[in-house]
């Protein structure tokens, strides 16, 4: 049942990714759907409710920390997942009550650094609409949806804070040396 599952749903991925990255032009709704199932393929998938920090650092990461909060809401189903959303300053996510974190645009080198080393102390997923921060491994996957569906997976990231996928899903992905 569950391969099943993740047949279609990376048949469903297939269908909408293209070769051509996507600039980032700020969170969307089909990125937070394309992020829940993404979490959703991981191999230590969350189950029920998944619970997101997103970071932030004033008002430089204000524009996509709002707009992933308001898409959100109290709750976004998104397959058999529940996302949850809640902000939470990046140097203040070694207390948070989380497992994922959203790295929005807007935070410097410095910043992206010590949320960083609070993911891998912690083991967290960090994960961005921004392939900056991709570029600089600073967040295991980046997802983008528009023009096309385009999942990076910065491979020194992921190793750092334990994320992996299945071989199959793989095969849809970038990844990112």
Avoid at 63 to 74: F, K, Q, V, W
Avoid at 136 to 156: E, F, G, H, M, N
């Amino acid at each position: 049942m569950a391969s099943r599952i993740a047949s279609r749903i990376f048949v469903a991925l297939l269908g909408l990714t293209l070769l051509a990255p996507s600039a980032h032009a700020g969170v969307t709704e089909k990125d937070v759907l394309v992020i829940g199932r993404v979490l959703a393929l991981l191999n230590h998938a969350p189950s029920g409710t998944a619970d997101i920090a997103i970071a932030t650092a004033g008002p430089a990461t204000q524009g996509d920390s709002a707009t992933m909060e308001s898409l959100i809401g109290s709750g976004k189903q998104v397959g058999t997942l529940t996302l949850t959303a809640s902000p939470v300053r990046y140097d203040q996510l070694a207390q948070a009550h989380t497992s994922i974190v959203f790295v929005p645009d807007g935070l410097t080198n410095a910043e992206l650094a010590e949320l960083f080393e609070t993911a891998k102390a912690r083991k967290l997923i960090t994960i961005s609409t921004s392939d900056a921060c991709i570029v600089i491994q600073k967040c295991a996957i980046a997802v983008t949806s528009a023009p096309a569906v385009d999942i990076r997976l910065s491979l020194a990231a992921a190793a750092a804070t334990n994320v992996s996928f299945g071989t199959t899903f793989r095969m849809i992905i970038k990844e990112v040396q």
